[in-house]
């Protein structure tokens, strides 16, 4: 696996760079600007992108727009950003294109290392690893009219593993569940939420933008 990384604080650009080159990861560029990440993921063949939101010279959102812009012009772009704190924005603007191949992740969880390579993996393989601060953040109560309220406990449950990037199989480890169990949390989730069936759509990608989408206008 190849993986561009983009951080502008050199201690943790170095050890995200020294941590994935030990589990076997390849990092053929790593840079600490918003236009050194864009000239880096038009000219390098990569797997992955490690992206920090907020990059010189303005240290606001270089380095998402960089991720999107890539994005636009590779669909499906595998991209995993990392940010200081929760923004629900950023991960509803990385999700809006339903491609999949998505991250979002507090840098605390790059200290958890298996966690975060595991995260990295994922994204790169055409998952999605949403922080689960930012699923709780979401899925807190709120008052007024959201499709969401109609989604039982296990199914906002189920929903949360989803956007952790886990499959139907990890949603039944974890909540120590059948496939079956999962697979009908799953439809009735879809059907709550407005999500036709259909074979061009990922609707676990559009599933989770559409909480997040509804979070963001609440």
Do not use: C, W
């Amino acid at each position: 696996m190849r993986a561009v990384v983009a951080e502008d604080l050199a201690l943790l650009r170095d050890g995200i760079v020294r941590l994935l080159t030990a589990h076997d990861v390849e990092v053929v560029d790593a840079v600490a600007t918003g236009p050194l990440l864009a000239d880096a993921l038009a000219r390098h063949e990569f797997d992955v992108a490690v992206v920090d939101v907020r990059l010189p010279p303005s240290f606001t959102d270089e380095g998402l727009r960089a991720a999107i812009g890539a994005r636009s012009r590779r669909p499906g772009l595998p991209v995993l950003v990392l940010s200081q704190h929760v923004e629900p924005l950023y991960a509803r603007e990385l999700l809006a294109d339903g491609a999949g191949a998505v991250g979002y992740l507090l840098k605390d969880r790059v200290m958890e290392v298996g966690q975060f390579v595991d995260a990295v993996r994922r994204v790169a393989d055409g998952g999605t690893a949403i922080d689960p601060e930012v699923i709780s953040q979401l899925l807190a109560p709120r008052d007024g009219d959201d499709p969401l309220h109609r989604l039982t406990g296990r199914e906002a449950d189920v929903l949360a593993l989803m956007a952790e990037g886990r499959t139907n199989a990890g949603v039944a480890q974890r909540l120590s569940v059948s496939l079956k169990a999962v697979s009908k949390h799953i439809n009735s989730i879809f059907d709550k939420l407005g999500l036709a069936q259909s074979e061009d759509d990922n609707r676990r990608v559009l599933a989770i933008l559409a909480y997040l989408e509804l979070r963001g206008r609440s």
